[in-house]
């Protein structure tokens, strides 16, 4: 699986747009990028994945470049309730085997009143 | 619908003392999972069953054993508990075919001392 790179924290005003880059320079053509959340002690939640086109989903939207080596991960207006340690994951999907994720330290995004 | 259930919630084990750590899930999900999660750090994957009947190892698998009991069931035990084990595990599911959304249980908070 492809090594992905995320700042380590960011801050974000409530009701405004949290933007959280990742960068996956390696990334392979059958891979797809994923995004899960942590709040926190609870386990992990999946937020959205795509493979080269833009997603978007009731959580969040997840913008890829044209190249997949970078991506961004939009929470359209941030809530307090977002706060949580954003994962991004890229991988490949293989059927057959245990496809497991791989997660790395992640985002710490902070919602701010 | 009670998705991925993890028992216990907490545990206190001294050293040396084996636990087994129970996880069912009733999404009829083929595979599932174990995580183990240090404080600060990402998911690092334990064990892992593709399918009813199946275990693999995964990054960190030494001092630890599981069993596919069924389909619904999977376990962890810790055979003689070592301070490193101190940490949070999380058992996660996935249905094949599903190249998304695994997932996670609330966790089991393992204290070795």
């Known amino acids: 699986d492809a090594k992905t790179t995320q700042p380590p924290s960011m801050d974000c005003a409530e009701g405004r747009a949290a933007n959280l880059p990742c960068n996956h320079s390696?990334?392979?053509?059958?891979?797809?990028v994923y995004w899960y959340r942590q709040i926190h002690s609870q386990g992990p939640q999946y937020i959205i994945h795509g493979l080269k086109n833009n997603e978007t989903n009731e959580m969040a939207s997840l913008i890829i470049t044209e190249d997949r080596k970078s991506s961004t991960l939009i929470l359209p207006h941030a809530t307090l309730r977002d706060t949580a340690v954003y994962y991004c994951?890229?991988?490949?999907?293989?059927?057959?085997?245990?496809?497991?994720?791989?997660f790395g330290e992640g985002t710490q995004l902070t919602v701010n009143p | 619908n009670a998705g991925v259930t993890q028992t216990p919630k907490f545990q206190v084990l001294k050293t040396g003392q084996s636990m087994t750590l129970q996880c069912a899930q009733d999404m009829n999900h083929n595979s599932m999972y174990w995580y183990r999660q240090d404080p600060g750090m990402g998911l690092r994957l334990i064990y892992y069953?593709?399918?009813?009947?199946?275990?693999d190892k995964g990054e960190v698998p030494n001092g630890y054993n599981v069993s596919r009991l069924n389909k619904r069931e999977f376990s962890l035990r810790l055979e003689s508990a070592a301070p490193s084990q101190t940490s949070v595990y999380f058992c996660?599911?996935?249905?094949?075919?599903?190249?998304?959304?695994?997932?996670f249980g609330s966790g089991t908070r393992l204290t070795v001392v």
């Open positions: 069953s593709a399918s009813e009947g199946t275990t």
């Open positions: 996660a599911s996935r249905n094949r075919g599903q190249n998304y959304g695994y997932t």
């Open positions: 994951i890229v991988r490949v999907v293989i059927e057959t085997s245990g496809s497991r994720l791989t």
């Open positions: 390696t990334i392979s053509g059958n891979e797809y």
